[in-house]
Nanobody, 132 residues
Framework: DVQLVESGGGLVQPGGSLRLSCAAS????????LAWFRQGAGKEREGVAA???????????SYADSVKGRFTISRDNAKNTVYLQMNSLKPEDTAMYYC??????????????????????WGQGTQVTVSS
């Protein structure tokens, strides 16, 4: 069975950092594109960061404008894990964060936006709260 399990969320003060992890199993991780999405209270889910597989440029990354320069997505194919390093956190970053996997490997990599419809598998989410 395909599984994506997020961890690393929690409560952090504004300006602080967190690193989210998503451990994957049940599929050929290295050939999949990966992404992080988030959904705040009363808001739609939005794509935050994405990274391609080796098929599409070997780890090309994309970011939402709201997180550029603060968040970094990375992947470790040996550990079947994708990470989201979040720095300079703001209260508006408060949300449930989800990781997702795309079986095409990253057909979207030339687009500016990260869309839910491009991803096949989803985790259950980890909560991030930024508050003093």
């Amino acid at each position: 069975d395909v599984q994506l399990v997020e961890s690393g969320g929690g409560l952090v003060q504004p300006g602080g950092s967190l690193r989210l992890s998503c451990a994957a199993s049940g599929f050929a991780f290295s050939s999949y594109g990966l992404a992080w999405f988030r959904q705040g209270a009363g808001k739609e889910r939005e794509g935050v960061a994405a990274i391609t597989s080796g098929t599409f440029g070997g780890g090309v990354t994309s970011y939402a404008d709201s997180v550029k320069g603060r968040f970094t997505i990375s992947r470790d194919n040996a550990k079947n894990t994708v990470y989201l390093q979040m720095n300079s956190l703001k209260p508006e970053d408060t949300a449930m964060y989800y990781c997702a996997a795309d079986s095409t490997g990253g057909r979207w990599y030339l687009r500016a936006d990260i869309r839910e419809a491009d991803f096949d598998y989803w985790g259950q989410g980890t909560q991030v709260t930024v508050s003093s």
